[in-house]
């Protein structure tokens, strides 16, 4: 079955700084990768995703680039701001009935 | 839209006590699953079904049974509470397909086998 690392654990950025959080995945057939936000106390939320078709995505502060060669794929957080500071969880899945999760990214931007 | 609701939010199990956690989507969404949350694991799939009448086991499926009657209605089984199952359990569901196939979680349930 799909393995997913993430990597870092933990990371600390300085308020305005950017973040960047990485994934690797072993399964080629792999398709969707999306990345969640989680808030202490609350349920996952997508905040992005990408296909394997696309190279790279972004939304306003956020990107995600996937390197379907290396299979490996990373979010970028640029001007980081207090409201971030979250845990993130990169998964993969092929198609998107079932998602293999990788173990979180706890995110501290400091003022 | 009340989009994925879990219940109860909180329970406290003895030992080889049983219990189902509850699941409820109105968005009309095939696909449904459910996870664990434990500390440093991320989140690991348990069961999940892409259809009414269709179910299959994830990464961690021993002490959990589902059934997917509905399409709405996903509930988990606990057999017999082992203090292994402590944990934060979150149901998801979304479209299956190529297009809008954004997974939505419920509010999770904390679950704590004494």
């Known amino acids: 079955g799909e393995n997913v690392e993430q990597h870092p654990s933990t990371l600390s950025v300085q308020e305005g700084d950017s973040a960047v959080i990485k994934c690797t995945y072993s399964?080629?057939?792999?398709?969707?990768f999306p990345w969640y936000k989680q808030e202490l106390g609350k349920r996952p939320q997508l905040i992005i995703d990408i296909r394997s078709n696309v190279g790279e995505k972004k939304d306003q502060r956020i990107a995600v680039t996937l390197n379907k060669t290396a299979k490996h794929f990373s979010l970028h957080i640029t001007e980081t701001q207090p409201e971030d500071s979250a845990v993130y969880f990169c998964?993969?899945?092929?198609?998107?009935?079932?998602?293999?999760f990788g173990t979180g990214t706890r995110l501290t931007i400091i003022p | 839209n009340a989009g994925v609701t879990q219940t109860p939010k909180f329970q406290v199990l003895k030992t080889g006590q049983s219990m189902t956690l509850q699941c409820a989507q109105d968005m009309n969404h095939e696909y449904m699953s459910w996870y664990r949350q434990d500390p440093g694991m991320g989140l690991r799939l348990i069961h999940y079904s892409v259809g009414a009448g269709i179910t299959d086991q994830g990464e961690v499926p021993n002490g959990y049974n589902v059934s997917r009657s509905t399409t709405e209605d996903f509930p988990l089984r606990l057999l017999s509470a082992a203090p292994s199952q402590t944990s934060v359990y979150f149901c998801?569901?979304?479209?299956?397909?190529?297009?809008?196939?954004?997974?939505?979680f419920g509010q999770g349930t904390r679950l704590t086998v004494v």
């Open positions: 998964a993969a899945s092929h198609g998107n009935e079932k998602l293999t």
């Open positions: 998801a569901s979304s479209f299956a397909g190529q297009g809008e196939t954004e997974a939505f």
């Open positions: 399964d080629s057939a792999s398709n969707y």
